[in-house]
C-alpha cells in the first residue's frame, strides 16, 4: 500500500480544483498526511507586437493570491494545512514543489479538454503525471460544475 504522508494540491481556483480540494482532505485524514496548497503564478512574458512592446495583462497581488488560498480550509480540523504561492510555470513549478516538500501525492483537477481544446491550451496536469516524482491522481469535475462552466462560457460574447 502507498504510504502517504505528503500531498501536494495544486490549484488555478477554477471550478475544476475544489472537488479535488475535497479528496485531497478525505486522503490527508484518512492517511494522517500533511497537505500543501499551491497555487503558481503564471507570470506572463512581454510580447512584442507592430507598435512595439505590449504590456501583460495586471496579476492579482500575491496578498490577494494568499488570501484566496487560505480559502481552502479542510472541513477535518485534524488535516494540517500549508498555502504556498510560487512564481514560474505552471507544470514545472508543480514538479518542483511536489520534489522540494518529498510529496508522496499529488491531487489536482483537471479541465478534461480534448482535441484542439488541448492542443491549443495545453494541458498542465499530463505534463505534471510525466515528469512527476510521485503518484498523482487527477480529478475531473462532476457533471454539474463542468455544465455551469460550459454555460458561463456559451454566455460569453
Known amino acids: 500500500m502507498l504510504q ?3 500531498i501536494l494540491f495544486p490549484t488555478d481556483f477554477s471550478d475544476h480544483a475544489l472537488p479535488a480540494f ?4 478525505a486522503l490527508a485524514r484518512d492517511h494522517r498526511a500533511a497537505v500543501t496548497v499551491l497555487h503558481v503564478r503564471d507570470v506572463p512574458m512581454l510580447a ?7 504590456p501583460p495583462p495586471a496579476l492579482p497581488s500575491r ?3 494568499m488570501a484566496k488560498l487560505e480559502e481552502y480550509a479542510p472541513p477535518d480540523e485534524s488535516v494540517s494545512i500549508e498555502h504556498v504561492v510560487v512564481e514560474g510555470v505552471p507544470a514545472e513549478e508543480i514538479v518542483r514543489a511536489a ?3 518529498n ?3 499529488i491531487v489536482m483537477g483537471t479541465h478534461g479538454r480534448t482535441g484542439i481544446g488541448r492542443l491549443v491550451m495545453g494541458s498542465v496536469a499530463e505534463a505534471v503525471v510525466r515528469k512527476a516524482p510521485c ?8 457533471m454539474a460544475a463542468a455544465e ?10
Do not use: M, Q, W, Y
Open 148 to 157: 455551469r462552466l460550459e454555460t458561463k462560457l456559451a454566455t460569453v460574447p
Open 63 to 65: 496578498a490577494d493570491v
Open 103 to 105: 510529496s508522496d501525492l
Open 22 to 25: 475535497h479528496v485531497a482532505c
Open 48 to 54: 512584442f507586437g507592430e507598435f512595439g512592446a505590449v
Open 4 to 6: 502517504i504522508n505528503n
Open 135 to 142: 503518484a498523482v491522481l487527477t480529478l475531473k469535475a462532476p
Open 99 to 101: 520534489v522540494d516538500r
